[in-house]
């Protein structure tokens, strides 16, 4: 009587994510304490001492002219000399201080903005495109210079130069500075994953791309606008401190 041995199963092998084979991202979120945006948000807090820029935060605006009223009455005191200015002295440092603080909170929000806007523009600034001409010529232009219809022709590592429609060839795209969506996607001739947008990156392999917006009117632009001329929100942060300066 003879008896089979079963051998025992395999081990499940583990599953490999296509995408970890891929270049990683290039765009970096800037840190929080950048030099630059720090650099313009200390500037802006000064600025926004005036207080026609202030009467559109009315508690800002009380605070500042308390500090001011404040200040005075300290400068008063010390030319005549009196002797307990020690506590004006800190009251004032305080209220002038709280404003600050207020004005640096929303500068720095609003730095923050302006250097977004500043890497979206120098993105497609310097985006150069290969225009493919008459006969399969390709001829390196500023991307600026591409209008609708034109074929532009991008491969591994390129930036694309404008909003289009993929007209051949296959590729994977790195859309994270357009969506913040760390993972790649595919964009291939027909169907709907043909549209590609300007200032994204082909990760892979190479496609042909014609252009169906002029200079202006591209993706990129309409976010720069959005950015720019929008108003901004206040922050959890920022709402609070109003609460308690005004609770104070």
Known sequence: MSTTTT??????REAVDPTSMLPQ???????????????RAIKDCFTKLNP???LRNPVIFVVEMGAILVTIFV???IVQGAANIGFGIQISLWLWFTVLFANFAEAMAEARGKAQADALRK????????????????EEVAASKLRSGDVVVCET???IPGDGEVIEGIATVDESVITGESAPVIRESGGDRSAVTGGTKVLSDRVQIRITSNPGETFLDRMIALV????????PNEIALNILI???
């Open 7 to 12: 051998p025992p199963p395999a081990p499940p």
């Open 228 to 235: 720019e001329g929008a108003e901004r929100q206040k922050t």
């Open 52 to 54: 026609a820029h202030l």
């Open 157 to 159: 590592g390129d930036l």
């Open 246 to 248: 005004a609770g104070l």
């Open 123 to 138: 993105t497609k600034t310097d985006t150069v495109a290969r225009k493919l001409g008459p006969g399969g010529r390709i």
């Open 75 to 77: 400068i008063r005191d």
């Open 25 to 39: 991202r290039g765009v970096r979120t800037r840190p929080l304490f950048d030099p630059e945006i720090l650099q």
